[in-house]
């Protein structure tokens, strides 16, 4: 298993913006689907956006995205595939939460966390309003 680590979060007004970070342990991410849940308290784990692994080198994946974060958060690879980003845009108080990144070998990038075996340790977002 890879351990993931993220990092980029903390705490803005809404309206703004933030981009995290999903690292492996010293490792590439480009043979792996990438996906982004958060928690907020006293929620379950949900689904944020995802992106699949592709056989193609010409292409970084499909993405998958939770209705309530589309149009206002990106998920991408970066240009060396080691590492995956979640842009995060027009941030709302309702996506405060600890976000997670977890990935699978040769993944989909469904939208369930039982898809997943490798994850992080999260981090916490706050918006304030």
């Known amino acids: 298993q890879e351990q993931l680590v993220e990092s980029g979060g903390g705490t803005v007004q809404a309206g703004d913006s933030l981009r995290l970070s999903c690292a492996a342990s010293g490792r590439t991410l480009s043979n792996y689907a990438v996906a982004w849940f958060r928690q907020a308290p006293g929620k379950e784990r949900e689904f944020v956006a995802a992106i699949s692994w592709s056989a193609f080198s010409w292409s970084a994946g499909s993405t998958y995205y939770a209705d309530s974060v589309k149009g206002r958060f990106t998920i991408s690879r970066d240009n060396a595939q080691k590492t995956a980003a979640l842009q995060m845009n027009s941030l709302r108080p309702e996506d405060t939460a600890v976000y997670y990144c977890?990935?699978?070998?040769?993944?989909?990038?469904?939208?369930?966390?039982?898809?997943?075996?490798?994850w992080g340790q999260g981090t916490q977002v706050t918006v304030s309003s």
């Open positions: 977890a990935a699978e070998f040769r993944g989909s990038g469904v939208n369930s966390p039982g898809h997943y075996s490798n």
